[in-house]
């Protein structure tokens, strides 16, 4: 009973405990109050958690003078919960998937563990749920360091500002005047803009190599994952430029069976051409720059351009069946796939013609979040950071618990 006991005081300081109420658990201790109640939503807080890093990838390359660097490893963060107490009869709850959070451009892992303004990030979220979190630095970039002779370039404050924290002074694109979610005004000088992009790091310009490093390094992170713990699958929730990185993963057969959803936050995109801020092609292979299984196999689409052109939605990019076939994603088809939006961010403006191009393509489960339709107002593209990161967390948690 002392046993017991500890624990009851345990949880009341840790009240976030994760599973499904373990079944006639509390009919056994019929005059206690159940140990492992179901996972319900408090107010967040930060999560005691165990942490280790590795790099993994990369290989030795001779240098001028003929002696050895290291290139293309990445950084990785691997935060475990502590609060794996066992329910009733000792069990212990649910297993759960680990979360892979992919940072995007010119971001860093630092995205995913506090807010710019001090606030708990997602990863503690995840961990308050007994997530395990894995956070990668993406190659030649952060802690992923990236040869001298790299051409990096450099996001300035003020694109930070009009794309992301003050869009509503510019207004390069409708629903601007919805944001309300960045915390303060999102300029420089403002504390929390500045805390927020001093974080911010060089990148490498190419898409191509960017991808390729990345497909190396996260199906390596998902081997030495599923090594380590053999019954381990993995949820991928990437962000914006890591759109291409989290379906290139989900697409390797090295990782087949190991990736149990993806949620794909305003994920690079739409498919073959860029909107709002240029116009040029892209992402040659409908949702990357590099190789993605089609079948038929091949980068060659027959492709039509539908809907109106107007700045509220562009038109798509989509498969034309009256040329004959319409090429399916045979390596993802499987994987469950959610793509998020918010109701200010630029995505708005395109996002539903990738939804609806991976629906075209086969993936059999594929919902939209459109966060705004949920009661999730005025957000922008840097979501896991903004004063309602947290209900935006609560729609990605619901669907990954569900899965
Ligand atoms: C990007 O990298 C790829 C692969 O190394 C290369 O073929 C391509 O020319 C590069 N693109 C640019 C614009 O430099």
Redesign the pocket.
């Known amino acids: 009973m002392v046993h017991s006991k500890f624990l009851l005081g345990f949880l009341s300081v840790f009240p976030i405990v994760a599973g499904k109420a373990i079944p006639d658990g509390a009919a056994n201790r019929a005059s206690e109050p159940p140990l492992q109640a179901p996972a319900t939503y408090t107010a967040p807080t930060f999560t005691p958690h165990t942490r280790r890093y590795f790099y993994i990838s990369g290989s030795y390359v001779t240098n001028s003078a003929g002696e050895h660097t290291y290139q293309d490893q990445h950084y990785v963060e691997h935060l475990s919960p502590v609060l794996t107490v066992p329910g009733p009869n000792n069990k212990h709850p649910p297993r759960r998937p680990y979360i892979l959070l992919l940072h995007g451009a010119a971001q860093t892992g630092t995205n995913w563990l506090s807010t710019p303004d001090g606030r708990p990030g997602w990863a503690d979220h995840f961990l308050s749920f007994q997530y395990p979190v894995l956070i990668p630095d993406a190659a030649h970039r952060g802690r992923s360091p990236y040869p001298p002779e790299s051409k990096m370039v450099a996001y300035s404050a003020e694109m930070i500002e009009d794309r992301f924290t003050a869009t509503n002074r510019k207004k390069l694109w409708p629903y601007t005047g919805l944001h309300t979610q960045w915390p303060g005004p999102g300029i420089m000088g403002d504390k929390v803009f500045d805390a927020y992009y001093r974080s911010t790091v060089p990148l490498e310009?190419?898409?191509?190599?960017q991808q390729?490093w990345m497909r190396e390094g996260l199906v390596a992170l998902v081997q030495k994952v599923v090594k380590e713990d053999p019954g381990a699958e993995v949820v991928v929730v990437g962000h914006s430029q890591a759109g291409s990185f989290g379906w290139l993963l989900a697409d390797d057969k090295r990782v087949e069976g190991r990736i149990k959803g993806y949620v794909a936050i305003e994920p690079s995109g739409p498919p073959f051409q860029n909107e709002v801020f240029a116009t040029d092609k892209a992402r040659k292979w409908g949702l990357a720059d590099i190789e993605i299984r089609w079948e038929p196999a091949g980068s060659d689409f027959n492709l039509m351009r539908v809907g109106k052109e107007t700045r509220e939605k562009t038109g798509c990019w989509m498969q034309d069946p009256s040329k004959g076939v319409v090429k399916q994603l045979v390596g993802l088809r499987d994987t469950p796939m959610m793509v998020v939006t918010s109701e200010s961010g630029y995505h708005r403006v395109y996002d539903y013609c990738t939804v609806n191009f991976l629906k075209q393509a086969g993936v059999k489960k594929v919902e939209f979040a459109e966060l705004w339709k949920r009661g999730v107002r005025g957000g922008g593209h840097m979501m896991m950071m903004e004063k309602n990161s947290y209900d935006v967390w609560k729609v990605i948690e619901k669907w990954i618990r569900e899965l």
């Open positions: 310009p190419n898409n191509t190599m390729t």
